[in-house]
């Protein structure tokens, strides 16, 4: 095979190979394992096929990246930026976008390499070109070259290139192509900050954060409402929230909270600004937050005590998130019957509003009444009982009656329900006392698809794995959960049929 494949490069190199070969070569390519590949290309053979990539003819083109990209991956990438240089130069340059993106990913390739990087910050031209690419139309060549320069600033000297030499002036060139190209930079400028303290000093020195920042607290509520996403993103690692501190952006991000009140376009930015301080609340501490910025926590509330469905949806899933932790879960107790009066309404939403809300609020409900085995302590398991009881006059029946309905996604939610209280005693009991409950887990024929299969077996496996489920269940029903956990979740019975003479 290995040898058909060099006849097929060598009959390329000439200009001799038509597109059937082309086609061949491809498949051929694919087959044989990348050494022998490597024991027998020659600059010859790929020159001739990044030659093959300046016609007009976007099969042949289509068909020699795919070769390319074979060959090239079977290649160490410091002889790739060594002997290819000038190849890949003009590929960031060509009309389709397939060979740029061909191009940038094999730069990717390039800069994870100790011995190659420097071959490429060597290159600023190569770098100013990808640079360029930011700019595309076609978001897939901008994606490859924001992943790419990502990796260019994962080393010190790469830092250095990007954002202390005359490239930092091509990305602010670059951003005044558009709006949407500008977003993609501080897409690019968030990501590496993100990656250490040193790489945030190296953005925030280049005055591109302070932009950012700027236009996060600016007077323009769609431009407020894409950038809040990206200083969310800033927020998740300690050093972004430090800096975030330090300027003050934590609390220009409440003050914008406190002045929605009488902003009529607050709804455009207003989702993403509570799901900020939500983030933030998980990654730090939510008491600490919800004590420091009241606004918040006030704002959840006339959120989800609203009519507005966006609204709603973006506070059940924020009461989700601080509540997936046991501080979390003690700030909302703190709000007494508030939060009980706001859990009876996402109950009510959970049964009868459109499906996408009612999926957020079973997600939410899941994450409100986990609580792990070692932090069961009785005033916990007091809390989640009766929040539990808040969701509804019924709730057991209310999410057995979801559970039973022909929608898989909502057959599931239902089921997380119940797995997220299966380790708890008294929804055990709840359970046991429930008629038919117990017999509707063990059921596997309620089951219509591999999705609802693994989330009832997840349930399962709650209950077995709880230390007082033998003696809440008794041995009947516990050795029954088990033979279903050991028999995993796709076990089919077997029917045995009995041949009789002369049936049909």
């Known amino acids: 095979m290995a040898e058909a494949v060099v006849e097929l490069l060598e009959r390329a190199a000439r200009r001799e190979a038509p597109l059937e070969e082309l086609r061949a070569l491809r498949l051929a390519v694919q087959a044989v394992p990348p050494a022998a590949l490597r024991a027998r290309l020659s600059d010859d053979h790929l020159g001739a096929l990044f030659a093959l990539l300046s016609v007009n003819d976007r099969e042949q083109v289509s068909t020699c990246v795919a070769i390319l990209e074979r060959l090239l991956q079977a290649l160490d990438p410091l002889y790739v930026i060594q002997n290819l240089r000038e190849e890949l130069q ?105 990656v250490s303290a040193d790489s945030l000093n190296y953005c925030a020195n280049s005055g591109l954060i302070s932009e950012l920042i700027g236009e996060l607290t600016g007077d323009d509520v769609l431009v407020r409402a894409t950038c809040i996403e990206m200083v969310t993103s800033l927020a998740h690692t300690p050093h972004g929230r430090q800096y975030l501190a330090q300027q003050g952006v934590i609390d220009k991000i409440s003050n914008i909270i406190v002045g929605a009140e009488s902003d009529p376009f607050s709804g455009f930015y207003l989702p993403g600004f509570v799901k900020f301080f939500g983030n933030l609340a998980v990654v730090d501490s939510p008491q600490q937050i919800c004590e420091r910025y009241p606004v918040f926590i006030e704002k959840v509330f006339e959120m989800a005590e609203s009519h507005d469905p966006t609204m709603i949806g973006v506070a059940v899933d924020t009461l ?31 049964k009868n509003a459109p499906t996408e809300l009612r999926l957020r609020c079973l997600d939410a409900i899941s994450s409100l009444l986990y609580l792990p085995p070692e932090q069961q302590t009785e005033d916990l398991l007091r809390m989640t009982e009766s929040w539990f009881a808040s969701l509804s006059s019924q709730p057991l029946e209310l999410f057995r009656s979801i559970s039973t309905q022909p929608f898989p996604d909502l057959h ?85 049929t009995t041949a009789v003479e002369g049936a049909e």
């Open 320 to 350: 989700g998130i601080l509540g997936s932790n046991v501080e979390g879960k003690q700030v909302l107790e703190k709000t007494r019957s508030r939060f009980q009066n706001l859990l009876n309404k996402i109950g009510h939403q959970a």
């Open 90 to 194: 003009k590929g960031l340059f060509h009309p389709d976008d397939s060979v740029k993106i061909l191009t940038i990913s094999q730069v990717g390739r390039i800069v994870e390499n100790s011995d190659a990087v420097t071959e490429i910050l060597n290159s600023p031209e190569l770098l100013r070109q990808i640079i360029s690419c930011i700019g595309g139309e076609k978001i897939a060549v901008a994606k490859e070259a924001i992943k790419s320069l990502s990796r260019i600033a994962q080393t010190q000297d790469g830092l250095e290139a990007l954002f202390v030499s005359s490239l930092l002036s091509d990305l602010k060139n670059v951003m005044a192509t558009s709006d949407v190209v500008r977003y993609r930079v501080y897409e690019l400028i968030v990501e590496i900050s993100s």
């Open 412 to 496: 599931c939610g239902a089921l997380r329900v119940f797995t997220a209280i299966a380790n708890q005693p008294w929804a055990q009991k709840l359970m046991l006392d429930a008629p038919g409950f117990v017999e509707y887990v063990v059921d596997r024929s309620v089951e219509p698809d591999k999705a609802s299969k693994d989330a009832k077996y997840e349930l399962v496996k709650a209950l077995v794995n709880s230390k007082t489920i033998a003696e809440i269940f008794g041995n009947q029903y516990y050795l029954r959960l088990r033979a279903y956990l050991h028999e995993g979740p796709y076990y089919v019975k077997a029917v045995s």
